[in-house]
């Protein structure tokens, strides 16, 4: 199976496609998706997509980490990572090897 990035141009147009906004519009729906998205992570809340999954964040603590090439000991800063959880649904879509959208499209 070859891997595929889906990118931000395919998903306006799968939107132009199946909802009919003009192309212009369909870019701007998913940038404001996007937008909303990262807004409700960055002030720290989760956001949950039915029939898809859902986004947190996570704290991590400072550790101690080691370099690969020299071997020597670096610190690790303690930062934010997003954390994605799929829902059922999507689990098994996937694990029944068919489309992963939410509306099938030939």
């Known amino acids: 199976m070859a891997k595929r990035t889906v990118t931000r141009a395919e998903l306006s147009e799968a939107v132009f496609q199946e ?9 701007k729906l ?7 998205i990262s807004n409700s992570l960055s002030a720290g809340s989760t956001v949950k997509m039915s029939s898809f999954g859902s986004f947190t964040i996570r704290e991590k603590a400072r550790r101690m980490g080691r370099n690969p090439k020299t071997g020597e000991e670096v610190p690790i800063l303690p930062r934010r990572v997003v954390v994605f959880r799929a829902s059922h649904v999507l689990k098994d ?8 959208f939410l509306v099938d499209r030939e």
């Open 19 to 27: 909802v009919g906004l003009s192309r212009d519009e369909s870019g």
């Open 93 to 100: 879509r996937i694990n029944r090897g068919g489309s992963v």
């Open 30 to 36: 998913v940038a404001s998706v996007f937008d909303q």
